[in-house]
């Protein structure tokens, strides 16, 4: 079975996890459920780390982006590379190393831009995008880095091609859906970090010892994000640091374990009200599979545990179905990595709302595909005129 490596920096950006699986097709011609072989997660670099946390807020210039974006690439084929150190496993029996890119900025579709250019009659593409509402996203980390220096062919960048083709705006049928259903573990992160310097609450200790401010709890249930219907993204520009730093101004006063407190139940009520607004309305559930970092954060759980049975729901970690909480994400790419390199679908447009089945990522190959170098001689000139074109 071939190896496949998926690699994957959330938006809570606490580091890169790298997961090593074994992927094939099955007798149906679908890829097969992964197996989980080895994984490690690195830090990212500390001269990096306050760089990209500045381009989250759009203060980092081009320029530096530029820079970042390929030592990004150098921290992913680290990761990749220590990875196979670790397992024993050479860079050419793995097939394809999958991952989505940091997210520096995504748009959210303009529905009724959406609707306004379609019933325009437009034909223009270009108005897709300067009028028509259509979303869009940035997503660092140079696949021509990562494949050159791992010497594994790549896929990354999986949105764009969904967007293009009208993802995220409103899909007609609701067979699968898939959405955010809003905060998750960012804004917990960034009110630690600032009042005590730790960079996450260790097991949701602190939050264990406070109590929920409820005028706080109210007023970010009144979120803007919450009037959005799925299927619908949620990130750094909603529930980021700007908007904690906002809150730590305002409840100044506020001890750390009542807003970790707060926000925790924040996190877990969200999810709850999109199971209560859009899921259950529609389906039968009795059982929520929850994956990620968070599920570490035991007052979190709890919380969530406690909302969900309210409603005659079973809350459990997906660890339980062979499927490693904290590498959920970098499975996910890897699995969808694999399907672009084998030609196969890798959208759901039931859940997207894609006018079409496609192949999303973009592929850059590794270098020892290279073929053809049999005849090239040292006297064979290549001849351009220069960098300045
Ligand atoms: N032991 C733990 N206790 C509490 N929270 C944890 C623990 N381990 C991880 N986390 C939380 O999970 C987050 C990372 O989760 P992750 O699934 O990697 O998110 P992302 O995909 O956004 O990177 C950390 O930032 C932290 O908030
Ligand atoms: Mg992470």
């Not at 190896?3 to 890169?16: E, K, Q, T």
Request: charged share 20%; with cysteine; glycine share 8%.
């Amino acid at each position: 079975m071939p190896y496949i490596v998926g690699l994957n920096s959330g938006s809570s950006f606490d580091g890169v996890d790298a997961v090593l699986c074994t992927i094939d097709i099955d007798q149906d011609g679908h890829p097969s459920r992964p197996k989980f072989v080895d994984a490690l997660t690195v830090d990212w670099p500390d001269e990096l780390r306050p760089l990209v946390i500045r381009a989250f807020d759009n203060q980092l210039s081009l320029f530096d982006m530029t820079r970042v974006n390929y030592a990004a690439g150098a921290v992913y084929a680290e990761a990749t590379n220590k990875l196979l150190a670790k397992a024993g496993v050479k860079p050419e029996e793995v097939e394809v190393l999958g991952y989505d890119g940091q997210t520096v900025y995504q748009e959210p579709p303009d529905r009724q831009k959406i609707a306004d250019y379609i019933s325009s009659g437009s034909k223009s593409l270009v108005d897709l995008w300067t009028k028509g509402g259509f979303p869009c996203g940035f997503f660092i980390v140079e696949s021509g880095v990562v494949a050159a220096l791992t010497d594994i062919t790549t896929v990354t960048q999986f949105l764009p091609v969904d967007h293009a083709l009208g993802g995220s705006g409103a899909p007609l049928v609701h067979k699968t859906m898939a959405f955010d259903t809003g905060p998750g573990n960012v804004m917990l992160d960034h009110v630690i970090r600032a009042r005590t310097g730790r960079s996450y609450d260790k097991d949701g200790e602190m939050a264990a010892r406070g109590q929920i401010i409820e005028p706080l709890l109210a007023e970010l249930q009144a979120h803007e994000f919450f009037q959005r219907k799925p299927p619908r993204s949620a990130w750094r520009l909603d529930f980021g640091s700007r908007y904690a730093d906002d809150i730590l101004e305002r409840y100044a006063s506020a001890s750390t374990e009542d807003l970790l407190a707060t926000l925790a139940m924040f996190t877990a009520t969200s999810i709850e009200r999109a199971l209560v607004d859009f899921i259950l309305p529609k389906t039968s559930v009795t059982k929520v599979v929850a994956s990620g970092g968070g599920t570490r954060n035991t007052t979190l759980m709890r919380f969530l545990t406690e909302r969900l049975a309210t409603h005659g729901l079973k809350t459990c970690v997906s660890d339980e179905f062979g499927m490693p909480a904290a590498y959920k994400e970098a499975i996910k790419f890897a699995t969808l990595a694999f399907a672009a390199k084998r030609g196969l679908a890798n959208n759901i447009p039931a859940a997207s709302g894609a006018s079409s089945f496609a192949i999303l990522g973009k592929l850059t190959l590794a270098p020892r595909l290279a073929r053809g170098t049999e005849n090239i001689t040292s006297n064979d000139l290549f001849i351009d005129d220069g960098w300045a074109g």
